[in-house]
């Protein structure tokens, strides 16, 4: 059974471009969660999605926006990077936001690394 | 706003020694809680979680945590801890009912073990 699955595993962008992340996640799991982990941080949530809609999000700009596909997949997208940006970001999957939480565990995957020069 | 504190960023501990990873929780009402761990350059992996219940509970790799609500705390235990322990250890609260599932974490902590 394969686990929470991204690419790609390092990125290199410089100021101003744009880029996109993608993640698969575990197999039976329907609810995509993104975070960002700056260097010696815990990481922070960016924003969830279920049923193809973001649910929730945390306080990131608009810069950051995502999709999910019907295949449960999601992509991470950022635009106009700032050197800032420059982080680990993890994609967790967990199982129906209707659950209770104890259900809803998440799994994280091994996440993409992001240097913005 | 939910915050979660872990007051010691790095501990170092003998091979064979015990180890406590302190967490406290700020949040109105008792959240779910976790504990991850972080290898270098890897993901995280849960340990253990609490929901309700005996509040001592036991997680992976001989790891163990005990909720004290009236300490609004979180605890990470283990008896005797192998080199390959050392990670960066993460707690982390979830709103219990609410709309989705975010985690909201610490800061970490580094934990460092001597031979």
């Known amino acids: 059974d394969a686990g929470v699955t991204q690419s790609p595993t390092h990125l290199i962008k410089t100021r101003g471009q744009q880029v996109t992340l993608r993640c698969s996640p575990k197999s039976g799991h329907d609810t995509v969660s993104w975070y960002q982990q700056a260097l010696g941080q815990g990481p922070q949530f960016i924003f969830q999605y279920y049923e193809e809609e973001e649910r929730q999000r945390g306080n990131f700009p608009d810069r950051f926006s995502g999709h999910q596909f019907p295949n449960y997949s999601s992509e991470l997208n950022v635009n106009a990077l700032l050197l800032g940006d420059s982080a680990l970001y993890l994609c967790?999957?967990?199982?129906?936001?209707?659950?209770?939480?104890?259900?809803?565990?998440?799994?994280f995957g091994p996440g993409t690394r992001l240097t913005v020069l | 706003a939910q915050s979660v504190t872990q007051p010691d960023i790095h501990i170092t501990v003998s091979e064979g020694a015990s180890l406590e990873l302190r967490c406290n929780y700020s949040?109105?009402?008792?959240?779910?809680l976790f504990w991850y761990v972080q290898s270098p350059g890897q993901g995280l992996q849960l340990l253990l979680k609490?929901?309700?219940?005996?509040?001592l509970v036991q997680g992976i790799k001989g790891f163990e945590a005990e909720f004290k609500r009236s300490q609004s705390s979180f605890n990470l235990r283990k008896p005797s801890v192998h080199w390959s322990d050392a990670a960066e250890y993460f707690c982390?609260?979830?709103?219990?009912?609410?709309?989705?599932?975010?985690?909201?974490f610490g800061g970490g902590t580094r934990v460092l073990v001597k031979p």
């Open positions: 967790a999957s967990s199982r129906g936001m209707a659950l209770a939480g104890g259900l809803r565990e998440q799994f």
């Open positions: 949040y109105g009402a008792t959240p779910y």
């Open positions: 609490y929901f309700s219940g005996d509040t």
């Open positions: 982390a609260v979830e709103r219990i009912k609410a709309a989705g599932n975010k985690l909201t």
